[in-house]
């Protein structure tokens, strides 16, 4: 089945700087790949996808980006802001799986 | 338009007990999945039904099972608890050949 694979953990920024979040997978067949967003003690949210015949989708401050034959794709927030600060997965594939999770800290 | 609903939010049980969750997609959605959130294995696919048939299953055992309805809601079932189960288990519906994907609140299974 499908591996992926996150990373980092757990990152903290200053408010203003970028955020980038990575991940990994396997299954060369995988062609979609969400980003959740889930604040403490609610749930995940939808908040950017792309699918394998894009190489990058923006929606304003946030973009993905991913790379087929390095089998990789990453999450870019800019100029962050406290309300940015939640756990943030990545997926891969029809059967989603999910990374491990990274937990964004903005600090003001 | 209401979003994933389910029932219960908390449980509490008690380890060689069953239980049964329910989730209610969006309305229009006939894909419902179920997955498994702890600490320390993250978000865990369990399952995917379509049109009340199991199209995808993740890799639990068998004490872990589900079924959908006509009507699109789901419900999961866990049999003989044990304390490693306790956990969030959240639903998530989407429409037919969507990708796009919505989640329920989740409910908190807590065994002791």
Not at chain 1, 46 to 53: A, E, G, Q, T
Not at chain 2, 25 to 33: L, N, Y
Not at chain 2, 76 to 86: I, K, Q, R
Not at chain 2, 95 to 103: C, H, I, L, N
Request: with cysteine; aromatic share 12%.
């Amino acid at each position: 089945g499908e591996n992926v694979e996150q990373h980092p953990s757990t990152l903290s920024v200053q408010e203003g700087d970028s955020a980038v979040i990575k991940c990994t997978y396997s299954d060369s067949a995988s062609n979609y790949f969400p980003w959740y967003k889930q604040e403490l003690g609610k749930r995940p949210q939808l908040i950017i996808d792309i699918r394998s015949n894009v190489g990058e989708k923006k929606d304003q401050r946030i973009a993905v980006t991913l790379n087929k034959t390095a089998k990789h794709f990453s999450l870019h927030i800019t100029e962050t802001q406290p309300e940015d600060s939640a756990v943030y997965f990545c997926a891969a594939g029809n059967k989603f799986y999910f990374g491990s999770g990274t937990k964004l800290n903005v600090k003001p | 338009k209401a979003g994933v609903t389910q029932t219960p939010r908390y449980l509490i049980k008690t380890r060689g007990q069953q239980v049964t969750l329910s989730c209610s997609p969006i309305s229009g959605h006939r894909s419902v999945s179920w997955y498994q959130q702890t600490p320390g294995q993250g978000l865990q696919f369990l399952f995917e039904y379509f049109s009340e048939t199991q199209r995808n299953k993740g890799n639990f055992p068998g004490r872990f099972s589900g079924r959908q309805f006509s009507n699109s809601r789901s419900e999961m079932n866990v049999s003989t608890l044990e304390l490693g189960d306790s956990a969030l288990y959240l639903c998530a519906s989407r429409r037919d050949r969507a990708y796009e994907q919505y989640f329920g609140p989740g409910t908190r299974l807590t065994v002791t």
